[in-house]
């Protein structure tokens, strides 16, 4: 049962152009939501993160929006890079005692074209 | 800086072999973790730590051990290969367990045959 869902394999999109990549989630415990990017051959790192009191937050180019009531976030990049080309993943988490256990999404493989 | 080191980078296991996937970490984290990335599966976590001396299980822990007797590195064993652990493995750590972003290693390809 995949409590994060990116629905979307991959997505292709102009450079300068917004890329916004969506995430749902089934879990109405997760509190803490996550934007992972990763290149070939490297480890996942982080980008960008919402807590569930916010419905928006930025930093720079990136901006996660969260919609509670929908159980779904986007992650928009404005505007696109070449160097954004990555596979993005979404990554959400419970409170749970002394432990965070991120339950990841299956990520979704941005390409900035020029 | 070094981050999160993982070794080794690549390996090959025959069904029934075991050998221990080394992670370290030099920020001082308490909390460190194993995944496995699968095609299709996203990451799924394998066992974490919160502490030195304290582990737990995660989503996929059938087939795999770990200890945690210092701050620094947090090996996992695998006992007896399969094919279906087939994966590449990534050690990740943050500064607290709670709404911290992970650290995550370069990763480990493995490959049972």
């Known amino acids: 049962d995949q409590q994060v869902k990116q629905n979307s394999p991959s997505l292709s999109v102009q450079e300068g152009r917004i890329s916004i990549l969506n995430c749902d989630y089934t879990?109405?415990?997760?509190?803490?939501f996550l934007w992972y990017k990763k290149y070939p051959a490297e480890g996942p790192t982080f980008l960008i993160s919402?807590?569930?009191?916010?419905d928006k937050n930025e930093d720079g180019r990136f901006t996660v929006f969260l919609n509670k009531s929908a159980k779904h976030l986007s992650l928009h990049i404005v505007p696109s890079q070449p160097g954004d080309s990555a596979v993005y993943f979404c990554a959400a988490s419970a409170h749970s005692g002394t432990a965070s256990k991120l339950t990841f999404g299956t990520g979704t493989r941005l390409q900035v074209t020029l | 800086n070094a981050g999160v080191t993982q070794t080794p980078k690549f390996q090959v296991l025959k069904t029934g072999q075991s050998m221990t996937l080394q992670c370290a970490q030099d920020m001082n984290h308490e909390y460190m973790s194993w995944y496995r990335q699968d095609p299709g599966m996203g990451l799924r976590l394998i066992h974490y730590s919160v502490g030195a001396g304290i582990t737990d299980q995660g989503e996929v822990p059938n087939g795999y051990n770990v200890s945690r007797s210092t701050t620094e590195d947090f090996p996992l064993r695998l006992l007896s290969a399969a094919p279906s652990q087939t994966s590449v493995y990534f050690c990740?750590?943050?500064?607290?367990?709670?709404?911290?972003?992970?650290?995550f290693g370069n990763g480990t390809r493995l490959t049972v045959t």
């Open positions: 919402i807590s569930s009191i916010k």
């Open positions: 879990n109405s415990m997760f509190d803490y």
């Open positions: 990740a750590s943050s500064y607290e367990p709670l709404n911290s972003p992970l650290h």
